[in-house]
């Protein structure tokens, strides 16, 4: 009964969430030295993945078919057996697979088999689990005096709450590959063409280019990868064109694959496509510029009056309060 008491106290549960909220400042400090350390490594891999991608084809045409129905090559990823079990034993492909959780998931960086498994799996066993730790947390610590129905009641809320949490992980997973793309994408244009100006071709050029924006964004490094080894091994080259548009899910680059669509189709000047869309970039990224430097001083009103402002009152009107104060105890 001690321990109940002390795992219901107040002060235990202000001294866990205060340990929590610790341990999440230490590691959002110390993950931005360790994503450095993985820079390389993560590097070597994407630098890797043409060679996975030649083995994959060479199996394609031993008879084993590595291609999705629209021509993009998926890595082949191994996933632990009991999530394989259980999203066959429970059809969840039927129940949470739709046609765009394939696209979502390659936008996040998550591409296969593997991948797609997990991410149904986690979409099963996430509420699930919530559902069975908070009922015997709020049945055995927390509230074990109210009634049963009530307590699984807030364990069916929170379960349903906790439904949401791997597609939200997902979408916030998305929106950081995204913004990494989008920053480095004005400077991939505009190395690509250099290099196509210079003479190389476009397969070459993309595989340059990934060597070379790596540094600045990792993510997009590894898309022009895998649309390196889709230009070389693809029967059609829109395709690969258009895998690599559709795995971003930017307009931007949606709009320079189907400027290089276009010109391979019709024939035209492949630089002249890429040095309008290049121009039309770095316009872009200044036009976000001078968006965020145009917003920032309504952002800045609020800290100001609430932060500012009291501070400057008091500093101005304490001399003259403390003055008015010591007069008026003086003359009683």
């Given at each position: 009964?001690?321990?109940?008491?002390?795992?219901?106290?107040?002060?235990?549960?202000?001294?866990?969430?205060?340990a929590v909220s610790a341990g999440a400042v230490v590691f959002t400090f110390g993950s931005s030295f360790i994503v450095k350390s993985e820079m390389k490594s993560r590097i070597k891999r994407v630098a890797l993945e043409r060679e996975k991608m030649r083995a994959e084809e060479m199996a394609r045409l031993r008879g084993n078919t590595t291609l999705d129905s629209r021509g993009s090559i998926r890595r082949n990823e191994e996933t632990k057996n009991y999530m394989k079990n259980?999203?066959?034993?429970?059809?969840?492909e039927k129940a949470f697979l739709d046609e765009g959780t394939v696209d979502k998931l390659a936008?996040?960086?998550?591409?296969?088999?593997?991948h797609l498994t997990t991410f149904l799996f986690m979409r099963f066993a996430t509420p699930v689990g919530i559902f069975v730790l908070v009922s015997l947390y709020l049945i055995f610590v927390m509230y074990p005096d109210k009634p049963l129905f009530l307590n699984l009641l807030y364990a069916i809320a929170a379960a349903i709450i906790a439904s949401f949490l791997p597609n939200v992980l997902l979408k916030n997973a998305t929106v950081?590959?995204?913004?990494?793309?989008?920053?480095?994408?004005?400077?991939?244009?505009?190395?690509?063409l250099l290099c196509v100006e210079a003479g190389m071709s476009m397969e070459h050029a993309f595989k340059r280019v990934a060597k070379e924006i790596g540094q600045q964004s990792v993510a997009l490094a590894e898309e022009l990868t895998l649309t390196t080894a889709e230009l070389s091994f693809?029967?059609?080259?829109?395709?690969?064109?258009e895998n690599l548009g559709r795995r971003t899910g930017l307009d931007n680059v949606k709009s320079v694959?189907?400027?290089?669509?276009?010109?391979?189709?019709?024939?035209?000047s492949v630089g002249q496509a890429l040095r309008v869309m290049a121009e039309e970039g770095r316009e872009q990224r200044m036009m976000e510029a001078e968006k965020k430097a145009?917003?920032?001083?309504?952002?800045m009103t609020v800290p100001?009056?609430?932060?500012?402002?009291?501070?400057?009152?008091?500093?101005?009107?304490?001399?003259a309060i403390i003055t008015a104060f010591s007069q008026t105890v003086k003359s009683f």
């Open positions: 009964m001690d321990i109940v008491a002390l795992l219901s106290s107040r002060e235990f549960l202000i001294s866990v969430l205060a259980v999203v066959q034993r429970f059809s969840l936008m996040a960086g998550f591409r296969g088999q593997g950081k590959r995204q913004a990494s793309i989008r920053k480095a994408w004005p400077d991939c244009l505009d190395l690509m693809l029967d059609e080259r829109s395709r690969a064109y694959m189907t400027a290089l669509i276009q010109a391979d189709r019709y024939g035209t145009a917003s920032l001083p309504p952002k100001l009056i609430l932060f500012f402002l009291p501070v400057l009152f008091i500093v101005i009107m304490a001399p």
